[in-house]
Protein backbone atom coordinates (compact mmCIF):
# COMPACT_ATOMS: atom_id res chain seq x y z
CA UNK A 1 0.00 0.00 0.00
CA UNK A 2 2.83 2.80 1.28
CA UNK A 3 4.38 1.82 -2.06
CA UNK A 4 1.88 1.91 -4.59
CA UNK A 5 0.73 5.61 -2.72
CA UNK A 6 4.43 6.66 -3.33
CA UNK A 7 4.33 5.81 -6.85
CA UNK A 8 0.75 7.86 -7.24
CA UNK A 9 2.58 10.61 -5.60
CA UNK A 10 5.71 10.56 -7.62
CA UNK A 11 4.09 9.99 -11.14
CA UNK A 12 1.34 12.98 -9.84
CA UNK A 13 4.77 15.01 -9.32
CA UNK A 14 6.01 14.23 -12.83
CA UNK A 15 3.12 15.02 -14.16
CA UNK A 16 3.37 18.41 -12.78
CA UNK A 17 6.56 19.33 -13.82
CA UNK A 18 5.70 18.34 -16.81
CA UNK A 19 2.25 20.10 -17.06
CA UNK A 20 3.36 22.07 -20.68
CA UNK A 21 4.26 18.87 -22.39
CA UNK A 22 1.54 16.82 -21.41
CA UNK A 23 -1.24 19.56 -21.99
CA UNK A 24 -3.29 18.73 -18.72
CA UNK A 25 -3.21 21.54 -15.88
CA UNK A 26 -1.73 21.22 -12.67
CA UNK A 27 -4.42 21.59 -10.64
CA UNK A 28 -6.13 18.39 -12.26
CA UNK A 29 -3.30 16.00 -12.07
CA UNK A 30 -3.04 17.91 -8.48
CA UNK A 31 -6.58 16.79 -7.68
CA UNK A 32 -6.26 13.58 -8.76
CA UNK A 33 -3.02 12.68 -6.86
CA UNK A 34 -4.43 13.33 -3.87
CA UNK A 35 -8.09 11.48 -4.35
CA UNK A 36 -6.01 8.57 -5.45
CA UNK A 37 -3.59 8.05 -2.67
CA UNK A 38 -6.11 8.63 -0.61
CA UNK A 39 -8.38 6.10 -2.06
CA UNK A 40 -5.51 3.56 -1.86
CA UNK A 41 -5.10 4.20 1.51
CA UNK A 42 -8.82 3.55 3.02
CA UNK A 43 -9.18 0.42 0.49
CA UNK A 44 -6.38 -0.80 1.73
CA UNK A 45 -7.33 -0.23 5.72
CA UNK A 46 -9.18 -2.31 7.41
CA UNK A 47 -10.22 0.25 10.17
CA UNK A 48 -12.44 2.70 7.33
CA UNK A 49 -13.80 4.92 10.27
CA UNK A 50 -9.93 5.86 11.41
CA UNK A 51 -9.13 7.08 7.58
CA UNK A 52 -11.92 8.92 7.49
CA UNK A 53 -11.16 10.56 10.90
CA UNK A 54 -7.21 11.23 10.11
CA UNK A 55 -8.94 12.88 6.44
CA UNK A 56 -11.37 15.13 8.64
CA UNK A 57 -8.58 15.99 10.78
CA UNK A 58 -6.10 17.25 7.66
CA UNK A 59 -8.32 19.04 6.41
CA UNK A 60 -9.29 21.41 9.03
CA UNK A 61 -5.71 21.67 8.51
CA UNK A 62 -5.73 22.54 4.80
CA UNK A 63 -9.46 24.51 4.72
CA UNK A 64 -7.22 26.87 7.28
CA UNK A 65 -4.93 27.21 4.73
CA UNK A 66 -6.83 27.73 1.44
CA UNK A 67 -9.34 30.29 3.68
CA UNK A 68 -6.20 32.41 4.22
CA UNK A 69 -4.87 32.20 0.60
CA UNK A 70 -8.87 33.32 -0.82
CA UNK A 71 -8.93 36.00 1.52
CA UNK A 72 -5.36 37.41 1.18
CA UNK A 73 -5.91 37.08 -2.57
CA UNK A 74 -9.14 38.98 -2.80
CA UNK A 75 -7.84 41.67 -0.44
CA UNK A 76 -5.22 42.25 -2.97
CA UNK A 77 -7.91 41.86 -5.80
CA UNK A 78 -10.00 44.45 -3.95
CA UNK A 79 -7.06 47.18 -3.76
CA UNK A 80 -6.00 46.15 -7.23
CA UNK A 81 -9.68 47.25 -8.04
CA UNK A 82 -9.23 50.67 -6.84
CA UNK A 83 -5.94 51.60 -7.95
CA UNK A 84 -3.98 51.16 -3.92
CA UNK A 85 -1.11 50.06 -5.87
CA UNK A 86 -0.55 53.36 -7.66
CA UNK A 87 -0.18 54.67 -4.50
CA UNK A 88 2.91 52.09 -4.32
CA UNK A 89 4.34 51.99 -7.51
CA UNK A 90 4.08 56.01 -8.24
CA UNK A 91 6.60 56.28 -5.52
CA UNK A 92 8.72 53.71 -7.03
CA UNK A 93 10.40 56.05 -9.71
CA UNK A 94 13.59 53.87 -10.71
CA UNK A 95 13.59 52.35 -13.47
CA UNK A 96 16.89 50.58 -13.12
CA UNK A 97 16.90 46.80 -13.53
CA UNK A 98 19.35 46.61 -10.48
CA UNK A 99 17.67 48.96 -8.21
CA UNK A 100 14.32 47.72 -8.85
CA UNK A 101 15.83 44.32 -8.17
CA UNK A 102 17.56 44.85 -4.92
CA UNK A 103 14.06 46.79 -3.86
CA UNK A 104 11.61 44.64 -4.50
CA UNK A 105 14.09 41.94 -2.42
CA UNK A 106 14.69 43.74 0.47
CA UNK A 107 10.73 45.18 0.80
CA UNK A 108 9.71 41.32 0.21
CA UNK A 109 12.28 40.22 2.82
CA UNK A 110 10.96 42.27 6.13
CA UNK A 111 7.49 42.57 4.69
CA UNK A 112 7.27 38.96 4.51
CA UNK A 113 8.62 38.69 8.38
CA UNK A 114 5.86 40.79 9.91
CA UNK A 115 2.97 39.61 7.46
CA UNK A 116 4.11 35.85 6.02
CA UNK A 117 5.67 34.90 3.06
CA UNK A 118 2.41 34.00 1.53
CA UNK A 119 0.66 36.91 1.79
CA UNK A 120 4.16 39.21 0.98
CA UNK A 121 3.95 37.03 -2.42
CA UNK A 122 0.91 37.92 -3.40
CA UNK A 123 1.11 41.42 -2.85
CA UNK A 124 4.68 41.50 -4.23
CA UNK A 125 3.64 39.75 -7.50
CA UNK A 126 0.57 42.19 -7.70
CA UNK A 127 3.17 45.26 -7.41
CA UNK A 128 5.49 43.81 -10.09
CA UNK A 129 2.63 43.46 -12.33
CA UNK A 130 1.82 47.48 -12.51
CA UNK A 131 5.84 48.89 -12.77
CA UNK A 132 7.45 45.62 -14.91
CA UNK A 133 5.98 45.35 -18.43
CA UNK A 134 8.41 42.54 -20.05
CA UNK A 135 7.83 38.73 -18.84
CA UNK A 136 11.00 37.83 -18.73
CA UNK A 137 12.41 40.34 -16.09
CA UNK A 138 8.85 40.57 -13.88
CA UNK A 139 9.72 36.89 -13.81
CA UNK A 140 12.85 36.83 -12.48
CA UNK A 141 11.71 39.17 -9.97
CA UNK A 142 8.95 36.95 -9.14
CA UNK A 143 11.62 34.45 -8.43
CA UNK A 144 13.55 36.63 -6.05
CA UNK A 145 10.35 37.48 -4.46
CA UNK A 146 9.83 34.02 -3.51
CA UNK A 147 13.26 33.33 -2.26
CA UNK A 148 13.19 36.51 -0.31
CA UNK A 149 9.78 35.94 1.44
CA UNK A 150 10.90 32.46 2.17
CA UNK A 151 14.11 33.38 3.98
CA UNK A 152 12.00 36.56 5.59
CA UNK A 153 9.56 34.39 6.51
CA UNK A 154 12.26 32.00 8.16
CA UNK A 155 13.43 34.04 11.00
CA UNK A 156 10.10 35.63 12.35
CA UNK A 157 7.87 33.53 14.29
CA UNK A 158 5.24 34.31 12.23
CA UNK A 159 6.42 34.78 8.98
CA UNK A 160 6.54 31.18 8.19
CA UNK A 161 4.39 28.23 9.24
CA UNK A 162 6.94 26.07 10.50
CA UNK A 163 8.73 28.36 12.52
CA UNK A 164 5.40 28.95 13.74
CA UNK A 165 4.86 25.44 14.49
CA UNK A 166 8.79 25.27 16.30
CA UNK A 167 7.34 28.33 18.14
CA UNK A 168 3.76 27.03 19.44
CA UNK A 169 5.16 23.68 20.02
CA UNK A 170 8.07 24.90 22.79
CA UNK A 171 10.85 24.07 20.47
CA UNK A 172 11.95 28.15 20.02
CA UNK A 173 11.42 31.01 21.72
CA UNK A 174 10.59 34.40 20.09
CA UNK A 175 13.06 36.80 20.60
CA UNK A 176 15.85 34.04 20.16
CA UNK A 177 14.69 32.60 16.46
CA UNK A 178 14.89 36.31 15.65
CA UNK A 179 17.99 37.64 16.63
CA UNK A 180 19.67 33.93 15.72
CA UNK A 181 18.42 33.76 12.22
CA UNK A 182 18.37 37.06 10.79
CA UNK A 183 21.76 37.00 9.64
CA UNK A 184 21.58 33.30 8.18
CA UNK A 185 18.30 34.38 6.68
CA UNK A 186 19.52 37.55 4.84
CA UNK A 187 22.76 35.76 3.12
CA UNK A 188 20.08 33.90 1.83
CA UNK A 189 18.87 36.70 -0.12
CA UNK A 190 21.47 38.68 -0.54
CA UNK A 191 23.62 36.00 -2.55
CA UNK A 192 20.65 35.32 -5.06
CA UNK A 193 20.78 38.94 -5.12
CA UNK A 194 24.45 39.82 -5.55
CA UNK A 195 24.37 36.86 -8.63
CA UNK A 196 20.99 38.00 -10.32
CA UNK A 197 21.92 41.88 -10.12
CA UNK A 198 25.06 40.98 -12.44
CA UNK A 199 22.78 39.89 -15.34
CA UNK A 200 20.37 42.33 -15.15
CA UNK A 201 21.35 45.09 -16.72
CA UNK A 202 19.28 48.29 -18.30
CA UNK A 203 15.62 49.67 -17.51
CA UNK A 204 12.28 47.88 -16.97
CA UNK A 205 9.40 48.84 -19.68
CA UNK A 206 6.45 49.88 -17.40
CA UNK A 207 3.38 48.57 -18.52
CA UNK A 208 0.61 51.22 -19.89
CA UNK A 209 -2.14 51.52 -17.70
CA UNK A 210 -5.54 50.18 -19.88
CA UNK A 211 -8.55 52.43 -18.22
CA UNK A 212 -10.87 51.06 -21.49
CA UNK A 213 -14.32 51.17 -19.85
CA UNK A 214 -13.19 51.67 -16.58
CA UNK A 215 -14.12 54.35 -14.29
CA UNK A 216 -10.83 55.80 -12.30
CA UNK A 217 -11.32 55.78 -8.39
CA UNK A 218 -11.62 58.55 -6.50
CA UNK A 219 -8.47 59.79 -4.30
CA UNK A 220 -10.78 58.94 -1.03
CA UNK A 221 -11.66 55.78 -2.39
CA UNK A 222 -8.24 54.68 -3.47
CA UNK A 223 -6.60 55.81 0.09
CA UNK A 224 -9.05 54.60 1.85
CA UNK A 225 -9.31 51.32 0.66
CA UNK A 226 -5.57 50.84 0.35
CA UNK A 227 -5.20 51.68 3.90
CA UNK A 228 -7.61 49.38 5.29
CA UNK A 229 -6.74 46.32 2.97
CA UNK A 230 -2.97 46.33 4.24
CA UNK A 231 -4.02 47.15 7.36
CA UNK A 232 -6.32 44.13 7.60
CA UNK A 233 -3.24 41.99 6.21
CA UNK A 234 -1.08 43.07 9.38
CA UNK A 235 -3.94 42.96 11.28
CA UNK A 236 -3.90 39.14 11.14
CA UNK A 237 -0.64 38.05 13.08
CA UNK A 238 -2.30 40.86 15.66
CA UNK A 239 -5.64 38.66 15.58
CA UNK A 240 -3.91 35.75 16.13
CA UNK A 241 -1.82 36.83 19.04
CA UNK A 242 -4.63 38.59 20.81
CA UNK A 243 -7.28 35.78 20.42
CA UNK A 244 -5.71 32.60 19.85
CA UNK A 245 -7.78 31.97 16.68
CA UNK A 246 -5.67 30.23 14.02
CA UNK A 247 -4.01 33.12 11.09
CA UNK A 248 -7.28 32.13 8.56
CA UNK A 249 -9.89 33.71 10.99
CA UNK A 250 -8.23 37.47 11.15
CA UNK A 251 -7.75 37.48 7.64
CA UNK A 252 -11.61 36.08 6.88
CA UNK A 253 -12.14 39.03 9.64
CA UNK A 254 -10.17 41.52 7.57
CA UNK A 255 -12.42 40.50 4.55
CA UNK A 256 -15.11 40.65 6.14
CA UNK A 257 -14.40 44.76 6.98
CA UNK A 258 -13.32 45.08 3.31
CA UNK A 259 -16.58 43.27 1.98
CA UNK A 260 -18.40 45.82 3.70
CA UNK A 261 -16.18 48.96 3.52
CA UNK A 262 -16.72 49.11 -0.37
CA UNK A 263 -20.49 47.93 -0.22
CA UNK A 264 -20.82 51.38 1.61
CA UNK A 265 -18.37 53.14 -0.02
CA UNK A 266 -19.89 52.67 -3.73
CA UNK A 267 -24.02 52.19 -2.28
CA UNK A 268 -24.69 55.14 -4.20
CA UNK A 269 -23.49 53.85 -7.43
CA UNK A 270 -25.42 52.31 -10.33
CA UNK A 271 -24.65 48.36 -10.47
CA UNK A 272 -22.33 48.57 -13.31
CA UNK A 273 -19.88 50.98 -11.66
CA UNK A 274 -19.90 49.42 -8.53
CA UNK A 275 -19.81 45.58 -10.42
CA UNK A 276 -16.02 46.34 -11.17
CA UNK A 277 -15.18 47.23 -7.59
CA UNK A 278 -17.31 44.50 -5.61
CA UNK A 279 -15.82 41.29 -4.05
CA UNK A 280 -18.29 39.47 -6.20
CA UNK A 281 -15.99 40.28 -9.00
CA UNK A 282 -12.92 40.09 -7.52
CA UNK A 283 -14.24 36.30 -6.29
CA UNK A 284 -13.80 35.90 -10.05
CA UNK A 285 -10.86 37.65 -10.64
CA UNK A 286 -8.51 35.71 -8.47
CA UNK A 287 -6.88 32.34 -10.06
CA UNK A 288 -9.03 29.58 -8.91
CA UNK A 289 -6.93 26.77 -10.12
CA UNK A 290 -4.10 27.30 -8.29
CA UNK A 291 -5.67 27.17 -4.95
CA UNK A 292 -7.43 23.97 -6.06
CA UNK A 293 -3.96 22.73 -7.14
CA UNK A 294 -2.63 23.46 -3.42
CA UNK A 295 -5.64 21.60 -2.29
CA UNK A 296 -4.64 18.37 -4.47
CA UNK A 297 -1.09 18.85 -3.21
CA UNK A 298 -1.57 19.08 -0.05
CA UNK A 299 -4.22 16.18 0.38
CA UNK A 300 -1.59 14.07 -1.42
CA UNK A 301 1.27 14.27 1.28
CA UNK A 302 -1.08 14.49 4.28
CA UNK A 303 -1.80 11.00 3.00
CA UNK A 304 1.82 10.19 2.35
CA UNK A 305 2.34 11.38 6.47
CA UNK A 306 -1.08 9.34 7.81
CA UNK A 307 0.79 6.09 6.72
CA UNK A 308 3.89 6.98 8.10
CA UNK A 309 5.97 7.21 5.15
CA UNK A 310 7.10 10.66 6.26
CA UNK A 311 7.91 9.77 9.36
CA UNK A 312 9.39 6.85 7.87
CA UNK A 313 11.73 9.07 6.00
CA UNK A 314 12.82 11.35 9.08
CA UNK A 315 14.05 7.97 11.12
CA UNK A 316 15.96 6.62 8.02
CA UNK A 317 17.52 10.04 7.80
CA UNK A 318 18.57 10.28 11.51
CA UNK A 319 19.71 6.30 11.56
CA UNK A 320 21.53 6.80 8.16
CA UNK A 321 22.97 10.34 8.23
CA UNK A 322 23.67 10.80 12.14
CA UNK A 323 24.94 14.48 11.47
CA UNK A 324 22.48 17.29 12.53
CA UNK A 325 23.69 19.51 10.35
CA UNK A 326 23.82 17.65 7.39
CA UNK A 327 20.04 16.20 8.24
CA UNK A 328 18.81 19.99 9.02
CA UNK A 329 20.36 20.55 5.14
CA UNK A 330 18.59 17.35 3.49
CA UNK A 331 15.12 18.14 5.45
CA UNK A 332 15.60 21.62 4.22
CA UNK A 333 16.28 20.03 0.27
CA UNK A 334 13.24 17.53 0.65
CA UNK A 335 11.05 20.40 1.91
CA UNK A 336 11.24 21.63 -2.02
CA UNK A 337 9.56 17.87 -3.12
CA UNK A 338 7.38 17.07 -0.02
CA UNK A 339 5.66 20.39 1.87
CA UNK A 340 8.03 21.57 4.76
CA UNK A 341 4.93 21.28 7.54
CA UNK A 342 4.73 17.40 7.69
CA UNK A 343 8.37 17.28 7.64
CA UNK A 344 8.64 19.96 10.35
CA UNK A 345 5.94 17.79 12.42
CA UNK A 346 7.42 14.66 11.84
CA UNK A 347 10.84 16.16 13.63
CA UNK A 348 8.85 17.56 16.45
CA UNK A 349 7.59 13.96 16.95
CA UNK A 350 10.94 12.00 16.51
CA UNK A 351 12.87 14.55 18.83
CA UNK A 352 11.40 15.44 22.14
CA UNK A 353 12.49 18.43 24.16
CA UNK A 354 15.02 16.13 26.58
CA UNK A 355 16.75 15.50 23.82
CA UNK A 356 17.10 18.88 21.89
CA UNK A 357 16.20 21.73 24.55
CA UNK A 358 14.28 25.00 23.42
CA UNK A 359 16.19 27.36 21.32
CA UNK A 360 18.86 24.23 21.21
CA UNK A 361 21.22 24.37 17.57
CA UNK A 362 18.94 21.29 15.76
CA UNK A 363 15.70 23.47 16.46
CA UNK A 364 16.93 26.67 14.71
CA UNK A 365 18.14 25.11 12.22
CA UNK A 366 15.22 22.95 11.13
CA UNK A 367 13.33 26.56 11.54
CA UNK A 368 15.91 28.08 8.73
CA UNK A 369 15.98 24.89 6.77
CA UNK A 370 12.38 24.10 6.80
CA UNK A 371 11.64 27.50 6.06
CA UNK A 372 14.05 28.19 3.46
CA UNK A 373 14.74 25.35 1.58
CA UNK A 374 11.40 24.82 -0.54
CA UNK A 375 12.59 28.36 -2.60
CA UNK A 376 14.73 25.87 -4.76
CA UNK A 377 11.46 24.44 -6.53
CA UNK A 378 8.89 26.44 -7.51
CA UNK A 379 6.53 24.10 -6.07
CA UNK A 380 8.32 23.30 -2.80
CA UNK A 381 7.00 26.50 -0.30
CA UNK A 382 3.49 28.46 -0.38
CA UNK A 383 5.17 31.17 -1.54
CA UNK A 384 6.76 29.71 -4.70
CA UNK A 385 2.72 27.83 -5.47
CA UNK A 386 0.95 31.40 -5.19
CA UNK A 387 3.55 32.87 -7.57
CA UNK A 388 3.51 30.13 -9.83
CA UNK A 389 -0.72 30.75 -10.35
CA UNK A 390 -0.40 33.82 -10.27
CA UNK A 391 2.07 34.11 -13.03
CA UNK A 392 1.64 30.88 -14.82
CA UNK A 393 5.22 29.71 -14.03
CA UNK A 394 6.91 26.94 -16.11
CA UNK A 395 8.13 23.95 -13.28
CA UNK A 396 11.37 24.25 -15.57
CA UNK A 397 11.93 27.50 -16.30
CA UNK A 398 12.02 28.52 -12.41
CA UNK A 399 14.45 25.06 -12.14
CA UNK A 400 16.29 26.37 -14.88
CA UNK A 401 16.68 30.31 -14.00
CA UNK A 402 16.20 30.30 -9.90
CA UNK A 403 16.74 27.49 -8.71
CA UNK A 404 20.77 27.39 -9.07
CA UNK A 405 20.46 31.13 -7.19
CA UNK A 406 17.81 29.44 -4.11
CA UNK A 407 19.93 26.79 -3.73
CA UNK A 408 22.83 28.38 -3.32
CA UNK A 409 21.93 31.45 -1.37
CA UNK A 410 20.32 28.14 1.30
CA UNK A 411 23.27 26.54 1.68
CA UNK A 412 25.12 30.28 2.17
CA UNK A 413 22.86 31.29 4.55
CA UNK A 414 23.47 27.55 6.49
CA UNK A 415 27.48 28.04 6.76
CA UNK A 416 26.47 31.52 8.13
CA UNK A 417 24.33 30.02 10.88
CA UNK A 418 26.59 27.36 11.77
CA UNK A 419 30.11 30.06 11.72
CA UNK A 420 27.96 32.13 14.49
CA UNK A 421 27.01 29.57 16.38
CA UNK A 422 30.40 27.70 16.52
CA UNK A 423 31.78 31.78 17.36
CA UNK A 424 28.56 32.54 19.66
CA UNK A 425 26.68 29.22 20.90
Known amino acids: MEFL ?18 KI ?6 LITGVL ?17 QLGEHLSTISGILFFLLGAMVIVELIDAHDGFDLVTQRISTTNKQRLLWLTGFITFFLSAILDNLTTTIVMVSLLRKIVADRED ?15 GAWSPIGDVTTTMLWIGGQITALKIMKILFLPSLVCLLVPLIILSRKMKGTVQ ?3 KDESGLINSTPFERNTV ?24 GMLFGLGVMWALTEFIHSKKDEDEKGL ?40 LDHSIGNVTAIGV ?71 RISFLAAVGYLAGVAVYVMQYALFG
Open 37 to 53: CWTVYIVSETDKDLVSN
Open 206 to 208: TPE
Open 277 to 316: RSVNHALRKIDTPSILFFLGILIAITALESVGTLHHLAEW
Open 226 to 249: FVIGIGSLLFVPVFKTITHLPPYM
Open 25 to 30: NKAATA
Open 5 to 22: MVMIFVLGYVAIAFEHGI
Open 330 to 400: LIGFLSAVVDNVPLVAASQGMYNLCTYPPDSFFWELIAYCAGTGGSTLIIGSAAGVAAMGMENIDFFWYLK
Open 138 to 152: RLLLVGLVVIAANAG
